[in-house]
């Protein structure tokens, strides 16, 4: 079974910077995205950041040209760069790994790390 181990998260304060890290315990297969998510207090679960297999990005409009998202050379660990924090970017933080296997989806997620941006 494969697990995602998330690290990085903590207190900060507005405009400062964190780097998520989330590794996945052995190497999966036919990786097909690996993104973050985030949930904050009384939100639903977003999309924050995604990258391709083939290396092309997105991003939620609201962290554009502030979050960069990137992953090692074997592909098995994502990284998320959190610049010019504000205080609504306060959430807990999931990784997801999705690979694609025929015609099927399978989702592996991190158990969150809590991000806390305050003075």
């Known amino acids: 079974q494969v697990h995602l181990v998330e690290s990085g998260g903590g207190l900060v304060q507005p405009g400062g910077s964190l780097r998520l890290s989330c590794a996945a315990s052995?190497?999966?297969?036919?990786?097909?995205?690996m993104g973050w998510y985030r949930q904050g207090p009384g939100k639903q679960r977003e999309l924050v950041a995604v990258?391709?297999?083939?290396?092309?990005?997105n991003y939620e409009d609201s962290v554009k040209g502030r979050f960069t998202i990137s992953r090692d050379n074997a592909g098995n660990t994502v990284y998320l760069q959190l610049n010019s924090l504000k205080p609504e970017d306060t959430a807990v933080y999931y990784c997801?790994?999705?690979?694609?296997?025929?015609?099927?989806?399978?989702?592996?997620w991190g158990q969150g790390t809590q991000v806390t941006v305050s003075s």
């Open positions: 052995r190497n999966i297969f036919n990786i097909y995205t």
């Open positions: 997801n790994v999705r690979s694609l296997v025929g015609a099927t989806f399978q989702d592996y």
């Open positions: 990258i391709t297999r083939g290396g092309s990005v």
